[in-house]
């Protein structure tokens, strides 16, 4: 199962990485920035935007680990949206740094057997008499709509127009219900997860539209559409509303 560790997983080296990073060569910056770690913890260093920065403007980010990147341009996103939960960023990293590998996406355990690959098939599971298998299947509706909608929402609008597929506001209802079901769990609830799985329902628009930026900055940053453009126009407007 996917949890929110991402930040207690990551090394010496990335916190060496994250201080070159911030400090580009500058004695005094270093200096700043190991006070910083000292005094603060790693927190500190992972929320200073020259972090971020450094990472996606410098060769040098180039050799960061895989955690690392995704915490810090999660976080940021999360952040520049209003919310300041670090443990919300911390799941939400860990959903994109699982997902990225093979079919993780596609399975609610990766040694599950069971391949998933719409929506419609996990909500018709989440309701089966195995308890275990239904928490999880809750879990990953949840997961896997932020990763589509968060990371892929060109696809699905393409995939709007050409088949008559569903649209983010389809992904967004069944991508917090998921969460929601699962923070009702009573397995969330001896696990002590119920409260983020609860905020991860609240806020999943928010959620899905700073990972939307991520996607759109860093992953697909050269494919400019007319839908893409109305997209944004749209979120931002509905998140300046919720806000």
Not at 32 to 40: C, F, G
Not at 149 to 164: K, L, M, T, V
Not at 202 to 216: F, G, H, Q
Request: glycine share 4%; aromatic share 8%; hydrophobic share 45%.
């Amino acid at each position: 199962m996917i949890l929110a560790n991402v930040r207690h997983r990551l090394t010496r080296n990335d916190a060496h990485l994250a201080m070159s990073l911030i400090a580009r060569g500058s004695s005094g910056a270093r200096d700043e920035a190991e006070a910083a770690l000292r005094d603060a913890g790693l927190d500190a260093l992972l929320d200073d935007p020259r972090l971020l920065e450094g990472l996606v403007r410098t060769p040098a980010g180039a050799s960061a680990s895989w955690p690392l990147f995704c915490y810090v341009v999660v976080r940021h996103a999360l952040r520049a949206h209003a919310i300041d939960d670090r443990t919300l960023a911390d799941y939400v990293a860990a959903v994109l740094e699982a997902f990225a590998w093979r079919d993780r996406a596609h399975r609610i355990a990766p040694t599950d057997d069971e391949r998933y690959d719409t929506l419609a098939d996990l909500v018709r599971d989440s309701e089966t008499a195995d308890a275990r298998r239904a928490y999880l299947v809750r879990v990953h509706l949840g997961n896997y709509a932020l990763w589509l909608a968060g990371c892929f929402p060109d696809r699905i609008e393409a995939r709007r127009h050409s088949r008559g597929g569903p649209d983010l506001d389809y992904y967004d209802a069944l991508g917090a219900r998921g969460y929601a079901l699962a923070a009702e769990h009573r397995l969330a609830h001896e696990q002590g997860l119920s409260p983020l799985f609860a905020e991860a329902a609240r806020r999943y628009v928010a959620l899905r539209i700073a990972l939307n930026a991520v996607s759109d900055t860093l992953f697909f940053p050269d494919r400019h559409t007319p839908d893409r453009l109305l997209r944004q126009v749209r979120d931002d407007a509905r998140w300046r509303l919720a806000s």
